[in-house]
């Protein structure tokens, strides 16, 4: 078609807009319709959720990402339809597209879900310890693909949300006091009784300590070189854990050598015995089972 005949024609540019006008403006009604019922559906369903307890990278991930996006799209397929456009065709290429994008982003939408459970289910906050996938640390940052821990050692761990979710998690903070748990050993000639009478008032001592419940010497086992016994201490804060733990071992050692508790090491008992002689009568008899 010869465009500059086209235009210079004022009949057939007349009923080409008479065509196209209605449709466009139809379109623009469409767009601007969905327009103002997603700027007033967003604070109302922001409030819903947030009454619901929802977690804010949550909603805002269900109302700026699934609940706009969704609209957009409708909108979008809504408008082409006033325009006369091939929805259909148009939604089976999309379609397509989306299935080789899927495969090729399998990980990244599954850590997707992943963030999506961590936020519904909220095992952990941040500011809490947790232990998960052998790092223990602070929790710094959550996100809809990874968790982000910083470590003891103030490393930065990032952990992608599928593992999390895959994976034993223990939060050190989600009831607030917490128990620490320090294994001691004392030889067997010693008493319990008196090891637990040396180190409960050093127990007490260590700074964080509660006092109550009370710090607790308890014996848990028998091993194969030492009576195990086990300093139970409880603690306000999960991030006083691993400078408790430390303090305790440390408190204990010189409170049961200075007392001259023994502590025992592991040791293995060598029993040695001559076979010279049975040996000898062995040999001896020998020549005569040659014969």
Known sequence: MDLVAFFSDPEQLRAMLAVVLPKLFLAIVVLAAFWLALRWSRP???????????????????IEGLFKGSLVVIALIAAAAQLGINVAAALAGLGV?????????????????????????????????????SQYGRVQEITMRTTRIRTMENTYVVIPNKQIIGDLLVNHSMYGEIRVNVPIGIAYKEKVAAAREVLLP????????????????????????????????????????RDTTFATVEACK??????????????????LEDVREPAQRGLAGIPKLLK
């Open 44 to 62: 109302l369903l922001r409030k819903a959720l947030n009454r619901a307890g929802f977690h804010e990278a949550l909603t805002h991930m269900l």
């Open 97 to 133: 597209a989306g299935i080789a994008v899927g495969f090729a982003a399998q990980e990244t939408v599954a850590n997707w879900i992943a963030g999506f459970l961590v936020f519904w289910d909220r095992p952990f906050k941040i500011g809490d310890f947790i232990t998960t996938q």
């Open 254 to 271: 010189l409170a049961l050598d200075n007392a001259g508790i023994e502590i025992p090491y592991p040791h293995l008992s060598l029993f």
């Open 202 to 241: 050093v127990l007490a001592q260590i700074p964080g300590v509660l006092d109550s419940p009370s710090p607790q010497i308890v014996a848990t086992g028998l091993g194969s070189s030492s009576v195990d016994l086990s300093a139970r201490v409880w603690i306000s804060d999960a991030s006083l854990e």
